[in-house]
């Protein structure tokens, strides 16, 4: 069985520095074998790079690039919450936010693009349920958010 690390290194995925928080909460609370993942923002280098809304100032294609860049920003946290990546044994649930303009209705469509990239990394441990919700603004003007629960190796 190929690890989640050997996996990531097959695709030629690198995880990016854990985000630090800017404000008062933790990136991962842990509850027995769950562990819940705040929203992480699509950060390259601690800085949101993709701005605006989807459907006005961002393309579909723009808003799923950062949508998966939001997905590598939440395993980057869990993985050092739980001391690595292959702690991790399933994804459980997603839910993204899309800062939607008006008359734009494919949130799913942009949150596609974490979807898919969990499930290339987790096989079918990557299926998860999800929502994908319209919302007017998101902090820091990104066009997504993406927020976690996955299920780890409590052990040790």
Do not use: W
């Amino acid at each position: 069985m190929t690890s989640v690390t050997d996996r990531l290194r097959e695709l030629g995925v690198e995880l990016p520095e854990p985000a630090e928080p800017a404000f008062n909460y933790d990136p991962v609370a842990r509850h027995g074998d769950l562990a819940y993942v705040s929203g992480q923002l699509p950060k390259e280098d601690g800085v949101v790079r993709i701005t605006g809304r989807v459907g006005e100032d961002v393309d579909v294609e723009t808003a799923g690039r950062a949508a998966g860049i939001c997905a590598l920003q939440g395993l980057a946290v869990t993985a050092a919450a739980l001391g690595g990546i292959d702690r991790i044994t399933r994804i459980v649930r997603v839910t993204g936010y899309v800062a939607s303009g008006p008359d734009f209705h494919q949130q799913p469509k942009v949150l596609d693009a974490a979807s898919d990239l969990f499930v290339e990394v987790f096989g079918e441990a990557g299926r998860h349920a999800r929502s994908a919700v319209g919302v007017a603004e998101l902090p820091r003007d990104a066009p997504v958010e993406v927020e976690l629960i996955v299920a780890h190796d409590a052990r040790g």
